[in-house]
């Protein structure tokens, strides 16, 4: 599966396509090479021989299944999907050409919404109940969350105490004990969960992405999306994969309680989460990383940002957070309660 280059990285690793660039673009990892015969993109990573092997793995079984919304990679000459350079891993794909305008008249939430179920769809299976194993990834959550609030109360304790505090200080403090409740609403949530799952005494997983947002799509013309990087795909709950996706959506741009009812709509009508799995999903959401991770950030700023910078991003996630604890209550009002 993998190719040792000796050479000049990019001329060693195009030759064992046979390969011939008549022009080459850097964007970001990836390398846009222009040949005689169609453009392709070079992508660099870092995976050690057991993550290449499941990436390989990964996108030969999409293949397989027909999921057909994915960017394929492409066999060297010898059949290898990916050449190394030593640390350096290097993978060829096709390039697709990424509209930010299509010719349909839904969103690009939509699509990405509608074509993760069917991913999901097509690699659901029933796991092997273990109730050791549940319960110690239910203690592993609650206590890394335990151990953020902690860390966040200590902060917050260190502040107050201050003679002046920054805009920033002030903005995190304010709404400091939203974020509590928001922690300990996940906390709950989860606990749903488990106990859901222990009633069950089985539950399910799906083929992940493992990073499903805008920067990892192409969209054609039409409005159809093609996900690619799928080195962080793992076989998790599809929970996991949905919160990550409605994560990006939450941070991309303006969005309420009923648009986000109608993304959730949408996966749904092809992938219909479980009882249990919606509370995970929710756990996962209403948990406040991202404010927290932006007190981290400013506890180690180094002046290349200015205090409205950071001020404003806070801000930011403040209003997600507020918009996740609405719609969070939209899903489980009593209308609902009988899904």
Known sequence: MNIDVQQKPLGAVLFQYDIYPEKIENVGKVTRIFTANGQYA??????????AHWFVHVMRRLEKIGFHYAVPVLPTKYGDYIVRNGSQTFYLMPWYEDHQQFRSPVYPEEVMAEELAKLHGLTERTQ???ETVLEKSFETLKKRWAYRKLEMERYADKI???????PFELTFLTHFQRSIFMADKAEEHLTLWYEGVKEKKSFRSVLCHGKPARKHTCFDKYGTAYFLNFEKAVLDTPARDVAHMFRHFFMSRPWDEQEGRHWLQIYEKHFALYEEERHLFVSYLAFPESMYQMADRYMKRDGKSTELHYVTRLEKRVLTLNRVQRFMNSLFSPENENR
């Not at 107050?160 to 920054?166: P, T």
């Open 128 to 130: 092997d109940y273990s």
């Open 160 to 166: 107050e105490s201050n003679v002046y505090l920054s």
């Open 42 to 51: 070079l992508k660099e990573t870092t995976m050690n021989d057991e993550e």
